[in-house]
């Protein structure tokens, strides 16, 4: 390969082993690429990984495999893994976001590092006996544990729907809530009270529950046949809970948008699916899993990387509409 690059050994060495930045040329490097690829060389991994005292597999665990949101984390993180020649292996964990058990004999023999999406640090104690580097996705981001973190921009979102929700009028609110104790849950709550108490008047209720239809549902109805004024807005943690509570509205006789409107989060396929078709807060997922990913290598690199924060985007559609005249 040297021979066909016109370049040394040792240059071809530095290039197939991801070091030449700094010491090649582009060129050059281009160079020994191109001659590998005519002559169809490909690295023994097993020897390189073996030498190196790694095994170019990062473990990524999720709370769920039912939410399209982890699938989606997952898609982004194994296309950035193939760019980087690393391998992912998906770990729902048994326990939803409780402790996770190791699901090898040896986490520490086995894996490079671990990438977490919206668990807690201390929920993943055993898998990282032995010190395993971890990044932290959707998680807070004070941690000390992280090698380093990416999260959305939860608060923002919300802030996003309250500020719409506040522009067509509504000042009735109910928060049907995730029932998860959860940094990213505490931060819409908190960014939902905080932007809302800013609208005269406006007064909020939240209804807690379980991320299913059928907890939306309920939490939905006992926002809507409650005590006092009745909400002319539903704001949901997930798109799932927003399905449940189109659901109780039109179970009660009410319409949505023109007698109640419904906002979700997520913008999951299912968002779409629904008549009317929801509002809700699209969010990047794939490129979360990605940028998750190539934070993993970059530490193992010894090149560490800040917290990265991901903008996330309102989409307004027919499931949000003026408060209705009295």
């Given at each position: 390969m040297a021979r066909a690059a016109g370049v040394s050994q040792a240059t071809v060495s530095l290039v197939m082993g991801e070091k030449w930045r700094g010491?090649?040329?582009?060129?050059?490097?281009?160079?020994?690429?191109?001659?590998?690829?005519?002559?169809?060389?490909?690295?023994?991994?097993?020897?390189?990984?073996?030498?190196?005292?790694?095994?170019?597999?990062?473990?990524?665990?999720?709370?769920?495999?039912?939410?399209?949101?982890f699938a989606r984390v997952y898609t982004g993180a194994a296309r950035a893994a193939a760019e980087h020649g690393v391998g992912v292996v998906?770990?729902?964990?048994?326990?939803?976001?409780?402790?996770?058990?190791?699901?090898?004999?040896?986490?520490?023999?086995?894996?490079?590092?671990?990438?977490?999406?919206?668990?807690?640090?201390?929920?993943?104690?055993?898998?990282?006996?032995?010190?395993?580097?971890?990044?932290?996705?959707?998680?807070?981001p004070e941690r000390p544990e992280a090698a380093a973190t990416v999260n959305l921009d939860i608060a923002d979102g919300m802030r996003q729907v309250a500020r719409h929700l506040l522009a067509l009028g509504h000042r009735h609110v109910a928060h049907i809530a995730a029932d998860i104790d959860s940094w990213t849950f505490r931060v819409r709550a908190h960014a939902l009270a905080e932007t809302l108490g800013q609208g005269e008047g406006t007064v909020l209720r939240t209804e807690p529950a379980a991320l299913d239809v059928s907890a939306g549902h309920r939490a939905a109805e006992r926002a809507l046949t409650g005590p006092?004024?009745?909400?002319?807005?539903?704001?949901?943690?997930?798109?799932?809970?927003?399905?449940?509570?189109?659901?109780?509205?039109?179970?009660?006789?009410?319409r949505v948008p023109d007698d109640v409107s419904v906002t979700g989060f997520d913008d999951?396929?299912?968002?779409?699916?629904?008549?009317?078709?929801?509002?809700?807060?699209?969010?990047?997922?794939?490129?979360?899993?990605?940028?998750?990913?190539?934070?993993?290598?970059?530490?193992?690199?010894?090149?560490?990387?800040?917290?990265?924060?991901?903008?996330?985007?309102?989409?307004?559609?027919?499931?949000?509409?003026?408060?209705?005249?009295?």
């Open positions: 010491r090649v040329s582009e060129p050059t490097a281009e160079a020994v690429r191109s001659a590998a690829r005519e002559l169809g060389y490909r690295p023994n991994l097993a020897a390189r990984n073996l030498r190196l005292g790694r095994t170019r597999t990062a473990l990524l665990v999720v709370p769920a495999l039912t939410n399209d949101f998906l770990y729902p964990s048994p326990e939803g976001i409780g402790p996770a058990p190791d699901p090898f004999a040896s986490a520490r023999d086995t894996l490079d590092g671990v990438i977490a999406s919206s668990m807690a640090a201390d929920a993943l104690t055993d898998i990282r006996e032995g010190g395993l580097p971890l990044v932290m996705l959707d998680s807070d006092g004024p009745r909400p002319t807005a539903l704001i949901c943690d997930g798109d799932v809970l927003a399905a449940g509570a189109c659901k109780a509205a039109r179970r009660l006789g009410l999951l396929p299912l968002a779409t699916a629904l008549e009317p078709e929801l509002t809700t807060v699209r969010l990047p997922a794939e490129a979360v899993g990605e940028a998750g990913l190539r934070a993993l290598v970059s530490f193992l690199e010894g090149r560490p990387s800040a917290t990265e924060v991901l903008p996330v985007e309102l989409i307004p559609r027919a499931s949000s509409a003026a408060v209705a005249a009295p």
